[in-house]
């Protein structure tokens, strides 16, 4: 049984690597015809591999490795620059919320399997580790965010948020995003490599596509050096706890302070919480 599995982990990696590669190429090089060729070796090389098996268990690597290609192919569809605008806030909706429904949809109506899902609770109560760890998010956040943002001028990718109006869109698009990647990265992409994968590489590949994301979003500059083990962690998180509900909620909270940040990187003397 053992042997059986390390065979099936060996001939899932590749695939797996190359449709999480395709990531950097749509987000951060922002070569569609490179991700587009990833996408199609890495679905290619699983379909492949799956035909040599002799006898079929499991689930399919070559569908669920489709299923992350079809919600990449979906955000890639739109740019990512952050836009307050009507026109861009609808253009974030329907992309990232098809990225998350279409394949939930395909894996449940089409393959009717249940690969993906959202346990928002577990039943069990948050311990000292849990709430110490969230007063630890916002007092981290509190002090390394002011420094990265103000000091590498990344704050400029998001635009001024000057009028109360301006203010709300961005605390409402800055929440939004912040579940979204919950849902995509870690229950849905994160999900589908470990039904093939060994948790620690499932962990380190959903990282890729993550950071990815979030490089075009606007964390760029040094920001990997935030973003790779913020998303680690995260994944880690997520295993531990098995909760939707709790990951999302320090992404919110470290959101929180992203938001704080903005503004008041935009607005000097608006939020004097920080010490930058």
């Not at 609808?90 to 990225?99: D, E, H, P, S, V």
């Not at 760890?133 to 916002?138: H, K, R, S, T």
Request: charged share 15%; with cysteine.
């Amino acid at each position: 049984m053992a042997e059986a599995r390390r065979i099936d982990t060996r001939a899932a990696i590749v695939p797996a690597a190359l449709i999480c590669a395709a990531a950097p190429a749509f987000f951060v090089l922002q070569v569609a015809w490179a991700g587009w060729l990833l996408i199609a070796a890495g679905v290619g090389t699983a379909a492949l591999r799956e035909r040599r098996r002799i006898t079929a268990s499991g689930p399919s690597l070559t569908r669920d490795l489709g299923l992350i290609a079809l919600g990449m192919l979906i955000v890639s569809s739109i740019p990512l620059a952050a836009e307050l605008d009507n026109g861009a806030m609808l253009r974030f909706t329907f992309a990232l919320g098809g990225a998350v429904a279409v394949p939930y949809l395909v894996s449940r109506f089409l393959f009717r399997d249940r690969a993906t899902r959202f346990p928002w609770r577990t039943g069990e109560k948050w311990g000292r580790l849990h709430w110490g760890w969230l007063a630890a998010v916002l007092v981290l956040g509190w002090l390394i965010l002011p420094f990265y943002f103000i000091t590498s001028g990344v704050y400029m990718n998001w635009p001024v948020v000057d009028t109360p109006e301006l203010i709300g869109r961005l605390f409402v698009g800055v929440g939004a995003v912040g579940i979204w990647d919950e849902l995509f990265f870690i229950c849905t992409v994160f999900t589908l490599l470990r039904r093939h994968l060994p948790d620690g590489i499932a962990n380190i590949l959903q990282m890729v596509v993550f950071v990815s994301f979030l490089w075009e979003l606007g964390y760029q500059a040094w920001g990997p050096v935030l973003t790779i083990p913020f998303a680690l962690l995260q994944g880690v998180i997520f295993m531990r706890t098995h909760s939707l509900g709790y990951v999302v909620t320090v992404h919110l909270l470290f959101d929180a302070v992203v938001f704080s940040v903005l503004v008041h990187a935009h607005n000097p003397g608006m939020i004097p919480i920080f010490l930058l």
